[in-house]
């Protein structure tokens, strides 16, 4: 009998549909026999989650402080500290103009 039946809902699955629609609580039945309730996320669960999640605006404010790429390649062309400092070491002081001027 247990076959007749299996082959029946095999052929007919839109069966299974109506059962499950009449009766949710045994897809519940079925995930506790599958799935031990530990590991099931609980309306807590999803909340705590809810609550550490970013929001749009949250994206949207730290995307406008981030520097765009363009920003981040206009700074990579300015010159160093350590750029001017070399710099300022070659080029003449006024004192050097001055001792320049007299000689």
Known sequence: MAEEIKRVLME???ILVEVLTAKPEVIYEALAKLTPWQNLATKDDL???EEKMATKEDLKKLEEKMATKEELKRLENLAT???LRKLEERMATKEDLKRLGRK
């Open 12 to 14: 007919h699955p839109e």
């Open 47 to 49: 909340k705590r989650l």
């Open 81 to 83: 500290k350590d750029d």
